[in-house]
């Protein structure tokens, strides 16, 4: 098991910043490739970021490239996702997640979630 508790979020201006953090409990943090999705109001989930276990690998959705950066403390068992240049359409309940495979974009193949955080971004 791994509990996932995610912070950060909130209200900020287009053009603005927000860091997201998710700390992991339980099991090895590092055996677990880490994701962020997200989620806005009457829509599917949707792929943000992901890294891979040792942090070397990162991929994401072509909507936050070049203005979100995610990435991982194998050490502090947190991941974070920096974000930029905020725009009102990334409104939504951001949500980390684990799993142990490659899925990486796929959010049925994560085994662990937490239980997201709201960013709201006004124009």
């Known amino acids: 098991q791994v509990q996932l508790v995610e912070s950060g979020g909130g209200l900020v201006q287009a053009g603005g910043s927000l860091r997201l953090s998710c700390a992991a409990s339980?099991?090895?943090?590092?055996?677990?490739?880490m994701g962020w999705f997200r989620q806005a109001p009457g829509k599917e989930r949707e792929f943000v970021a992901a890294?891979?276990?040792?942090?070397?690998?990162?991929y994401y959705a072509d909507s936050v490239k070049g203005r979100f950066t995610i990435s991982r403390d194998n050490a502090k068992n947190t991941v974070y996702l920096q974000m930029n240049s905020l725009k009102p359409e990334d409104t939504a309940v951001y949500y980390c997640?684990?799993?142990?495979?490659?899925?990486?974009?796929?959010?049925?193949?994560?085994?662990?979630w937490g239980q997201g955080t709201q960013v709201t971004v006004s124009s």
């Open positions: 997640a684990a799993e142990m495979g490659s899925a990486i974009y796929t959010p049925v193949r994560y085994d662990y």
């Open positions: 339980g099991q090895t943090f590092s055996r677990y490739t």
């Open positions: 890294v891979g276990r040792s942090g070397g690998s990162t």
